[in-house]
T-cell receptor, first 113, second 110 residues
Framework: GESVGLHLPTLSVQEGDNSIINCAYSNSASDYFIWYKQESGKGPQFIIDIRSNMDKRQGQRVTVLLNKTVKHLSLQIAATQPGDSAVYFCAENKVQGAQKLVFGQGTRLTINP | DAMVIQNPRYQVTQFGKPVTLSCSQTLNHNVMYWYQQKSSQAPKLLFHYYDKDFNNEADTPDNFQSRRPNTSFCFLDIRSPGLGDAAMYLC?????????FGPGTRLTVL
């Protein structure tokens, strides 16, 4: 079956450093990808998205890179802060009528002081 | 400015006792979703409504039902909760592509 997965379940970085969270996907027909941040006890919060006709998109302190050749998606967070500690999910959105998200397994990011 | 609201935030029920979780939205989105999320796992889609059209996932147990009386509200009914149904239940909405999630309801089954 089609799935979106992450390479690493946990990631620890020092406060102020940059972090990179990776995601592999298997559905080459997917044309839209999303990153969500989920803090403990809360619902997923939208971070950034990217369409398949792009290979890079930047937001505030975050950048998403899409490599369609190897079906790889990454989220870069610059100058990490304690508030960045959370679980990060990539998701694949099959844009066909009612949109459905296929989530990756998630990466827990811990920011060390 | 709450956009997707879930009530209650915490729900405790007894084994086999029916329970209903509620979701409302102020976004006027036409699609509403219910997800189940267990500890340290990704959200799993149970079903969704596209306007009034109900779309069930193939592996969603019959124990889970949903109602959407109008655009703003959507309910998740668990007819006979088992211990394995203890989880976070997330409601989400969308109008085009991006989905907006509520804070979730944590369900405990005793």
């Amino acid at each position: 079956g089609e799935s979106v997965g992450l390479h690493l379940p946990t990631l620890s970085v020092q406060e102020g450093d940059n972090s990179i969270i990776n995601c592999a996907y298997s559905n080459s027909a997917s044309d839209y990808f999303i990153w969500y941040k989920q803090e403990s006890g809360k619902g997923p919060q939208f971070i950034i998205d990217i369409r398949s006709n792009m290979d890079k998109r930047q937001g505030q302190r975050v950048t998403v890179l899409l490599n369609k050749t190897v079906k790889h998606l990454s989220l870069q967070i610059a100058a990490t802060q304690p508030g960045d500690s959370a679980v990060y999910f990539c998701a694949e959105n099959k844009v066909q009528g009612a949109q459905k998200l296929v989530f990756g397994q998630g990466t827990r990011l811990t920011i060390n002081p | 400015d709450a956009m997707v609201i879930q009530n209650p935030r915490y729900q405790v029920t007894q084994f086999g006792k029916p329970v209903t979780l509620s979701c409302s939205q102020t976004l006027n989105h036409n699609v509403m979703y219910w997800y189940q999320q267990k500890s340290s796992q990704a959200p799993k889609l149970l079903f969704h409504y596209y306007d009034k059209d109900f779309n069930n996932e193939a592996d969603t147990p019959d124990n889970f039902q949903s109602r959407r009386p109008n655009t703003s509200f959507c309910f998740l009914d668990i007819r006979s909760p088992g211990l394995g149904d203890a989880a976070m239940y997330l409601c989400a909405t969308s109008s085009q592509v991006r989905q907006f999630f509520g804070p979730g309801t944590r369900l405990t089954v005793l």
